[in-house]
C-alpha cells in the first residue's frame, strides 16, 4: 500500500493567495483527519470526515478555511487569503474503523510570507 | 476534554541503553485507545505501538513496549536496545474509536553514539 498522500510537499506563497492541500487516504480507509503543526500549539486537529461526510470542524480556524472529501479517495484543504500566521506542517491522516489507530501522511509544509 | 500530558521535553540517551519516555492523560471515557507516535526529523508520524484500554496486557512491538497502568492514567514507552535511528520526537495520544486524537506535546529523544 502506497500510504496516505499529500501534495504539494511544500508550499510557499504570498499572503492573500489561495492555497490547496490535496490528500489522498489509503484505500479502504473511511475516516479522514487534517492536523495542523506549528511549534507554539503543537499538533492540533483541524477537520476530520468519516464516510466523506465532515464530522467535526471545531478545529477549523475561521472561515479563511475549508476543507471538502467529494470522494473516499481524496480531500483538499483550501485556505483564502492565506495569512503567515497560516504557515505550518499541514498533515492528513486516515484510519479504518475497526483498527481505530491513524496512518498519517508526510506533511505540506506552507510557508505565507 | 482530554488531556495528554508528557512532561520530559527532552531527553537524551546513550546508543543500546534502554530508555523510557512518560506520559499521563485524562478522560472519564472507559473505552480508549493510547498511541505512541515517532516524529523524525523526516516529520513523518510514525505509529510506534497501540494500547487497547480494555486489555490488561501491556502492548510489546520488537524494542518498544508500554508500561499501561490504567487506574494511574499512565502510558510510558520503553525503548530497549536503543538505536540511532530511534532519535525523534516521539509523542504520546488519545483516541476514542474512530475519531480525533488528543495528542501531548511531545519529548524529544536523542540517541547519544
Known amino acids: 500500500d502506497a500510504g496516505v498522500i499529500q501534495s504539494p510537499r511544500h508550499e510557499v506563497t504570498e499572503m492573500g493567495q489561495e492555497v490547496t492541500l490535496r490528500c489522498k487516504p489509503i484505500?479502504?480507509?473511511?475516516?479522514l483527519f487534517w492536523y495542523r503543526q506549528t511549534m507554539m500549539r503543537g499538533l492540533e486537529l483541524l477537520i476530520y470526515?468519516?464516510?466523506?461526510?465532515?464530522?467535526?470542524d471545531s478545529g477549523m480556524p475561521e472561515d479563511r478555511f475549508s476543507a471538502k472529501m467529494p470522494n473516499a479517495s481524496f480531500s483538499t484543504l483550501k485556505i483564502q487569503p492565506s495569512e503567515p500566521r497560516d504557515s505550518a506542517v499541514y498533515f492528513c491522516?486516515?484510519?479504518?474503523?475497526?483498527?481505530?489507530?491513524?496512518?498519517f501522511g508526510p506533511g505540506t509544509r506552507l510557508t505565507v510570507t | 476534554a482530554q488531556t495528554v500530558t508528557q512532561s520530559q521535553p527532552e531527553m537524551s540517551v546513550q546508543e543500546a541503553e534502554t530508555v523510557t519516555l512518560s506520559c499521563t492523560y485524562d478522560?472519564?471515557?472507559?473505552?480508549?485507545?493510547l498511541f505512541w507516535y515517532k516524529q523524525p526529523p523526516s516529520r513523518q508520524m510514525i505509529l510506534v505501538i497501540r494500547q487497547e484500554a480494555y486489555k490488561q496486557q501491556n502492548a510489546t512491538e520488537n524494542r518498544f513496549s508500554v508500561n499501561f497502568q490504567k487506574a494511574a492514567k499512565s502510558f510510558s514507552l520503553k525503548i530497549s536496545d536503543s538505536q540511532l535511528g530511534d532519535t525523534a520526537m516521539y509523542f504520546c495520544?488519545?483516541?476514542?474509536?474512530?475519531?480525533?486524537?488528543?495528542f501531548g506535546t511531545g519529548t524529544r529523544l536523542t540517541i547519544i553514539p
Open positions: 495520544a488519545l483516541g476514542f474509536g474512530n475519531e480525533e486524537l488528543t
Open positions: 491522516a486516515s484510519s479504518l474503523r475497526q483498527l481505530h489507530e491513524q496512518y
Open positions: 470526515f468519516n464516510n466523506n461526510v465532515p464530522i467535526d
Open positions: 478522560t472519564s471515557e472507559s473505552n480508549y485507545y
Open positions: 484505500s479502504g480507509h473511511n475516516s
